[in-house]
């Protein structure tokens, strides 16, 4: 059975060369991102994530909710192994999907039967397993003889195309989504958003970061409210929800 279970896991990034950017720090509002702090100015500190700890079990539908620079997305990259924290502990227990970046492990000079095995690997298949999976996957693309071109000859929406066909092609433990997710032109937005609700069905686990409250209310059965790389509350959606709207007009 799929499970999550993180404990005090922070991540920081370092910022050299900040002291030019000191009055812009000054300037901007202290909740539009995560917490930075430096030492004589020379090296700045972004702590994305801190101390959280959060535990997920098999069937939950988590919505993470926050401002931008809140932590959703540096939370999603920690489970999906892209980020490893700095203190504390993750431990994933399942085959994770992140369906956020989906061209991320694509290489613009290979082709697109190429970028099919890239994709596949760094989601964790076997050869074989994209091998038998190859002509589905190449079938619903749609990209017909594009496939044996350079993926930088590809569009915007072609290189989605790709990579959603190749993300969408397993069958997921723990599923890791993101809001901004597209699949290229409208005429094949239909065709991606059938796909994408059965892949959705399958997964044990998922966790979806975004700030539209009609997607966290259809896809989520509890909510994480994320503020300055830190958990405030976990519950139902509507209350955190409700929770979340209260903190913004008081901002």
Do not use: W
Request: charge should be positive; aromatic fraction near 6%.
């Amino acid at each position: 059975m799929a499970s999550i279970i993180i404990k005090n896991a922070s991540v920081a990034f370092p910022i050299y060369d900040a002291s030019s950017r000191s009055l812009k720090m000054r300037v901007l509002p202290g909740n539009m991102g995560g917490r930075i702090g430096g030492s004589g100015g020379h090296v700045s500190v972004v702590q994305a994530l801190d101390d959280v700890s959060l535990t997920l079990n098999h069937g939950d539908r988590v919505g993470l909710v926050g401002h931008n620079g809140a932590g959703k997305t540096t939370l999603l990259r920690v489970l999906a192994g892209i980020y490893e924290p700095g203190a504390g502990s993750v431990r994933v227990d399942g085959h994770v999907a992140p369906l956020f970046d989906i061209a991320l492990g694509m290489d613009p000079e290979s082709t697109g039967y190429e970028n099919i095995y890239l994709r596949g690997l760094f989601l964790g298949m076997s050869r074989r397993e994209i091998r038998r999976r190859l002509p589905e996957i190449a079938e619903f693309t749609e990209l017909g003889q594009f496939l044996d071109l350079p993926l930088r000859t590809y569009s915007a929406g072609m290189r989605m195309r790709l990579a959603f066909a190749v993300s969408t092609s397993i069958t997921p433990d723990i599923l890791l989504l993101d809001e901004g997710i597209g699949a290229g032109d409208a005429a094949f937005l239909d065709k991606a958003n059938q796909r994408l609700g059965a892949f959705t069905d399958q997964a044990g686990i998922i966790v979806l970061a975004s700030h539209a409250d009609h997607l966290i209310k259809r896809m989520c059965t509890k909510a994480v409210l994320m503020e300055r790389g830190r958990i405030v509350a976990v519950g139902q959606v509507d209350r955190i929800l409700q929770r979340y709207r209260k903190r913004i007009a008081a901002a």
